[in-house]
T-cell receptor, first 115, second 113 residues
Framework: AQSVSQHNHHVILSEAASLELGCNYSYGGTVNLFWYVQYPGQHLQLLLKYFSGDPLVKGIKGFEAEFIKSKFSFNLRKPSVQWSDTAEYFCAVNSGGTSYGKLTFGQGTILTVHP | EPEVTQTPSHQVTQMGQEVILRCVPISNHLYFYWYRQILGQKVEFLVSFYNNEISEKSEIFDDQFSVERPDGSNFTLKIRSTKLEDSAMYFC???????????FGQGTRLTVV
């Protein structure tokens, strides 16, 4: 069974600091990878996704993530965070061969950005 | 931008009662999902629905759970006899097809007392 692990439960940064949130998954086959964000009181929104091709993917709001297949990792990065990035971030995986798209989520990382 | 909408946003029910959680997926989407998140735990997959039938379900999705797409627009999750441990945030999601990411609703917080 596939699983997803996010390294940090809570990250606290000051504005303009750089961000890297770790995500590792365990699954031997082809995977599709996602980062979702949940702002306070709002629904889960897609930040970015990787299906194939360039392992460095760019998403909305200046976020990017790099898929490193050999490390089973899909870390999320942003060079300079803003107060408005305060939210909970979820890494998720589905098996590339599964046509129905079930997602397996990590436990989430709460990001708090201080102005 | 089209959205997945869920109602109600918060439901309180007594143990043993039946509840129906409602979702309106995005109109041209073909795959539909329910997930739940118990407070402090991971978001967990419950069930996927495609072509008017369940395509995959988790171990959590036992006989007390059922899903329906009664009218081509709504997608419902029914819990027949709620237990205290069913208290959670329930998320509905939908997507168009393969190679597409899922869109999530804002969730229904279910509290069983």
């Amino acid at each position: 069974a596939q699983s997803v692990s996010q390294h940090n439960h809570h990250v606290i940064l000051s504005e303009a600091a750089s961000l890297e949130l770790g995500c590792n998954y365990s699954y031997g086959g082809t995977v599709n990878l996602f980062w979702y964000v949940q702002y306070p009181g709002q629904h889960l929104q897609l930040l970015l996704k990787y299906f194939s091709g360039d392992p460095l993917v760019k998403g909305i709001k200046g976020f990017e993530a790099e898929f490193i297949k050999s490390k089973f990792s899909f870390n999320l990065r942003k060079p300079s965070v803003q107060w408005s990035d305060t939210a909970e971030y979820f890494c998720a995986v589905n098996s590339g061969g599964t046509s129905y798209g079930k997602l397996t989520f990590g436990q989430g990382t709460i990001l708090t950005v201080h102005p | 931008e089209p959205e997945v909408t869920q109602t109600p946003s918060h439901q309180v029910t007594q143990m043993g009662q039946e509840v129906i959680l409602r979702c309106v997926p995005i109109s041209n989407h073909l795959y539909f999902y329910w997930y739940r998140q118990i407070l402090g735990q991971k978001v967990e997959f419950l069930v996927s629905f495609y072509n008017n039938e369940i395509s995959e379900k988790s171990e959590i999705f036992d006989d007390q759970f059922s899903v329906e797409r009664p009218d081509g627009s709504n997608f419902t999750l029914k819990i027949r006899s709620t237990k205290l441990e069913d208290s959670a945030m329930y998320f509905c999601a939908s997507r168009t097809g393969q190679g597409r990411a899922a869109f999530f609703g804002q969730g229904t917080r279910l509290t069983v007392v």
